[in-house]
């Protein structure tokens, strides 16, 4: 049977995320680690909007969207038991994402790089993207994850984010008052799971060996 493919780059987050969800289900995949300044053309070709993450399936369907992996993967295995088990629940946590990737992460790039977008500083931004994390923040007090009682789609999908903004800051972003979801990105940051996914791996040209994703 051909094996999966993704195409990925290792501090993305959208790749991240789907990289947890291929972890979660115990997919492997043929990783093709890219440059985003130098994409190979096989990636362009299959995916000509150029973005990562992007898998391959065995039949050559190409999904191209990193929630969309996540769901293909996780509604096929699902051993972790991270998709919500109810429609209203899985409704929930799309919900909470669409905010992150619509809302939060606009705010995040213009906050991590101001002068991308013509802004003298990102405090604006950060001031916006901060009230999404309190949102979190408020969930994550009254439940241990943004999933429910465990980690689950919606904090793998989230967390990758939070931690770019955390990482923008980190004096400022200690200093606020969200013990919960501080606690919550450091148990993300120190768990085993997220070091197999930030496993490194050179960039993929075509002809050379393959590498595997999650790595031997
Ligand atoms: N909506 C896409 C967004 C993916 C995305 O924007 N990835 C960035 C890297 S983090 C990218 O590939 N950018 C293209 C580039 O920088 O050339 C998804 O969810 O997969």
Same mark, same amino acid.
């Given at each position: 049977?051909?094996?999966?493919?993704l195409?990925?780059?290792?501090?993305?987050?959208?790749?991240m995320?789907?990289r947890?969800?291929?972890?979660?289900?115990g997919?492997?995949?043929?990783?093709?680690?890219?440059?985003?300044?130098?994409?190979?053309?096989?990636?362009?070709?299959?995916?000509?909007?150029?973005?990562?993450?992007?898998? @391959?399936?065995?039949?050559? #369907?190409?999904?191209? %969207?990193? &929630?969309?992996?996540?769901?293909?993967?996780? $509604?096929? +295995?699902? *051993?972790?038991?991270?998709?919500?088990?109810t429609?209203?629940q899985l409704?929930?946590?799309?919900?909470? @994402?669409?905010s992150?990737? #619509?809302?939060?992460? %606009?705010? &995040?790039?213009r906050?991590?790089?101001?002068? $991308?977008f +013509?802004? *003298?500083?990102?405090?604006?931004?950060?001031?916006?993207?901060?009230?999404?994390l309190?949102?979190?923040?408020a969930i994550l007090?009254?439940?241990?994850?943004?999933?429910?009682?465990q980690?689950?789609?919606?904090?793998?999908?989230?967390?990758p984010f939070?931690?770019q903004f955390?990482?923008?800051?980190?004096?400022?972003?200690?200093a606020?008052?969200?013990?919960?979801?501080?606690?919550?990105?450091?148990?993300?940051?120190?768990?085993?799971?997220?070091?197999?996914?930030?496993?490194?791996?050179?960039?993929w040209?075509e002809?050379?060996?393959?590498?595997?994703?999650?790595?031997?």
């Amino acid at each position: 049977m051909t094996e999966l493919i993704l195409y990925s780059f290792r501090r993305c987050p959208y790749a991240m995320r789907a990289r947890m969800a291929l972890l979660a289900s115990g997919t492997r995949v043929q990783l093709r680690e890219v440059v985003l300044k130098d994409k190979p053309p096989p990636l362009l070709a299959a995916s000509p909007k150029g973005t990562v993450p992007v898998m @391959i399936l065995s039949d050559g #369907e190409v999904v191209e %969207q990193s &929630l969309e992996i996540m769901l293909r993967v996780l $509604r096929s +295995n699902d *051993p972790l038991k991270w998709m919500p088990e109810t429609d209203q629940q899985l409704h929930t946590s799309l919900r909470l @994402i669409a905010s992150c990737d #619509e809302n939060f992460k %606009q705010h &995040l790039d213009r906050y991590k790089y101001p002068h $991308r977008f +013509n802004l *003298p500083d990102g405090l604006a931004n950060r001031a916006e993207g901060a009230i999404f994390l309190e949102a979190i923040d408020a969930i994550l007090r009254s439940q241990s994850f943004l999933h429910g009682s465990q980690w689950g789609l919606a904090d793998a999908a989230v967390a990758p984010f939070v931690r770019q903004f955390a990482h923008t800051d980190s004096s400022w972003f200690s200093a606020q008052s969200w013990s919960a979801l501080r606690a919550w990105l450091q148990a993300f940051e120190d768990s085993a799971f997220f070091a197999t996914c930030m496993h490194k791996a050179a960039p993929w040209r075509e002809g050379d060996e393959v590498s595997y994703f999650p790595p031997a």
